[in-house]
């Protein structure tokens, strides 16, 4: 069966004029899965709009509704990163609601994908480098408020340290974080992931994929996870403005390969995110994040999901 794929119509809206951020990345990805017969008819859902009480399970009050509505200061502004509108609202919610469904579906189907997701640097009470709520770690708390499972396991291959993450679930048994990324790239300050593997700038594909041989099968067995949120970041890619690392198109398709079939194939439900990607070329980075749900289909059609 196809891949379950979660998308984003509000993503359709332009942006407030003069900002530069790729957001247009996100719409055209959904149509490149839909023409190339990737996102199907009935396996494409769009997800509701999370209600704060579902932010605040991980953001503060206060922050959650001083962005919401508009009154944060020009400093937490200026390291979200992003221009404010209620257009840019609406994306941000709906994005969350999107790792939601995406890790509901995974639950019950075994694997799912957003086109979105990955807002890694968020913590709980402001944003960081583009990120304002934290999906991943709303997700995981609204799953297990619900019950839908206990143990999340976050495999963040991001070329950025997930350091919001971290830091949510610090001390938190019940979440295990893993983050590899480049050491020498943003945030200047890391922080205490459950399991950091810093990468030297400019690893190539063997190595990073051997790294994550080395440590990825391991994590598994010792955590044992009812789920996992996989942020599948492209910007370890060679030609990315924001990476230091070179990894290629294959490198990537490999990457994706080998965290599914790692997952999947021992029994773990798999909830992956589009994470980052910072290129000029805006075709060239939407095939590279295109390649998550390629290879999310061919693992379904192999293990019949």
């Not at 009050?61 to 508009?70: E, I, L, M, Q, S």
């Not at 910007?235 to 990894?247: S, T």
Request: aromatic share 8%; charged share 20%; proline share 6%.
């Amino acid at each position: 069966m196809p891949v379950p794929i979660v998308y984003h119509s509000d993503y359709v809206a332009p942006l407030p004029d003069g900002h530069r951020f790729p957001m247009p990345k996100f719409q055209r990805l959904f149509e490149m899965l839909q023409q190339e017969g990737i996102a199907r008819q009935g396996y494409c859902f769009e997800p509701e709009m999370p209600s704060r009480e579902c932010l605040q399970l991980v953001h503060d009050p206060d922050y959650v509704a001083a962005y919401c509505d508009g009154r944060l200061d020009d400093k937490a502004m200026r390291r979200i990163g992003l221009p404010w509108s209620e257009s840019v609202v609406r994306r941000t919610c709906r994005a969350i609601g999107g790792t939601i469904l995406t890790a509901r579906l995974a639950l019950d189907r075994g694997l799912a994908c957003n086109t979105a997701g990955g807002t890694h640097h968020a913590f709980p009470d402001y944003g960081s480098g583009f990120c304002i709520f934290n999906d991943l770690a709303v997700a995981t708390r609204v799953l297990q408020r619900r019950q839908l499972a206990r143990r999340i396991l976050i495999v963040d291959l991001d070329v950025h340290q997930g350091d919001g993450t971290a830091v949510i679930f610090h001390n938190d048994p019940s979440v295990f974080t893993f983050s590899m990324h480049c050491q020498d790239n943003f945030p200047g300050t890391k922080q205490q992931s459950s399991l950091d593997v810093p990468l030297p700038v400019g690893m190539e594909d063997e190595d990073y994929l051997q790294t994550l041989a080395a440590y990825l099968p391991d994590v598994l067995a010792d955590f044992k996870p009812d789920l996992v949120l996989f942020d599948a970041g492209v910007d370890p890619h060679v030609d990315d403005r924001l990476g230091k690392l070179a990894l290629t198109d294959t490198g990537i398709y490999r990457r994706e390969m080998q965290v599914l079939n790692t997952c999947v194939g021992a029994g773990y439900p798999v909830a992956a995110v589009i994470g980052g990607g910072y290129a000029s070329d805006i075709a060239s980075l939407v095939y590279r994040h295109s390649l998550l749900h390629r290879a999310a289909d061919e693992v379904c059609r192999h293990y019949g999901l």
